[in-house]
């Protein structure tokens, strides 16, 4: 009986050596050592041979030892267990860094070192070399979306996910089938809560293009988030050559791209609402019109609304109410509320300023941010293809699945080429005010600036 369990423990250490660490393991060695040769575990006449091999980088035990047991039947003494050689520094997992939500840290962010990711079956391994900030980011992906009460809650359920979603870099490793090679440089966009803030990011193959060669890495990943928000929406409602566009909040992140995008599609108008001290960017971007929110608030005093009316003398001037309403600046928030802007422009008359003939789009004014109930009616007809938003209004939610058709068309827009191929355009290039290193303070500097609301443009990490 006794040597048996002598037997026993022998195995039962062997086994658990191939399994954990070589380090560990190493600590267990001379144990096993001691069980090894004693007498009555030579009764069976067998050997026990363990054999330990360092992980490779595809290896499915990640950073320990992979092992075998064998069992052989030439000796009647039990072999010694043998161990390879530690793994040298060019085979150890690779260490990168990431920026991860932690709603204990400033602004919820930090930087941490951890493992490099491995690719998930079908992905493309991208080194990353830019990200673009996104003010979706800085709120924590789902706080947006929300009730205010809730905010504590998204930041709970983000915890510890690596932040961004907009990228550009070159291929590290891919698969058969990817479209891609090692080498080339891409732009695209990760599934929510993957991460794009990091060295290396494993993306699906569907959701990258080839980066465009006009834009640096910074300009490429920051043309990815709010590009395709403008191209998607501009598709779904209806956008052709020769509409009337209205983008509120002109000079913002979807608001500067999409300016650029409408008149780059060939907009018969293109007006742009702003503050007035950016007034003159977004004229150069290709703007016909552009209005100062601000000058044209309306006072307590005022019988009328003045920046209504402004829009109202463009509308007779140019014959015809807008097409397409993008308003990038309507949300929940309760800043956003005070300026009213769906309202205001929706309830105008003699003229109307929203086409609602019986060609126009049922849903032509489109927000990108909204109450939760009208979050959850954006998820449905994501999901399902059907509005079921009032006429005339609608909550656009992006769709980042497959969406690498879309970024071509962005790649082709940003190098100057129009819709199809079929000629040359005005090139659409992101704005950046600022760029950040990726840590600590860099992100958060950049989550500080997104939370002040006064951005032009965008925001970048280079790495």
Known sequence: TDSWRARDAGARVATLRV????????????????LAPRPS????????????????????????????LERGGGNNAIQKPSLS????????????????????AQEGIKVVTKRAPKPRRGDVLVRVKACGVNPVDAKFVLADKLPESWRGTARWLVDGHVAGFDLSGVVERTCPGSGFEVGEEVFGAVPPLVGSFADLVSVPPAQLSAKPKSL?????ASLVLPGLTVVQ??????????????????????????????????AGLVVGVCSGRNAEFVKSLGADEVLDYEALAPDDDDVGD?????????????????????????SHDA????????????????????????DADGHNYVTVGGKT??????????????????????????????????????RSLADGVGSGGGGSCRAVKPAIEKTVPLTDDGVREAFRLLHGRRVVGKLAIEL
């Open 19 to 34: 399994t954990l660490t070589p380090a560990l393991a190493r600590v267990l060695h001379s144990a096993g050592a001691r």
């Open 306 to 330: 003045p920046l209504v009316e402004r829009l109202q003398d463009i509308v007779i001037e140019h014959g015809g109410p807008f097409d397409i309403v993008l308003d990038t600046v309507s």
């Open 335 to 358: 800043r956003d509320v005070l300026h009213g802007y769906a309202g205001r422009i929706r309830a105008a008359v003699d003229p109307g300023l929203v086409d609602t003939g019986p």
């Open 216 to 220: 640096t890495h910074a300009e490429a």
């Open 85 to 104: 050689p530690p793994m040298t520094a060019a085979e150890a997992p690779e260490e990168i860094r990431a920026a991860v939500y932690d709603r204990k």
């Open 41 to 68: 575990l030579l009764t069976r006449g067998r050997s026990l041979v363990v054999t330990m091999a360092s992980s490779t980088p595809g290896s499915d035990l990640g950073g320990g030892a992979a092992g075998t």
């Open 233 to 266: 929406a501009l598709r779904q409602h209806g956008f052709r050559p020769g509409c009337r566009v209205l983008v509120i909040g002109a000079s913002g992140g979807v608001g500067h791209i999409a300016v650029q995008v409408a008149a780059a599609e060939g």
């Open 373 to 410: 109930g009208g979050w959850v009616t954006a998820g449905l007809k994501r999901m399902t293809g059907v509005d079921m938003f009032a006429r005339g209004e609608t909550l656009f939610w992006i769709d980042f699945n497959a969406c690498a058709p879309d970024l071509k068309h962005l």
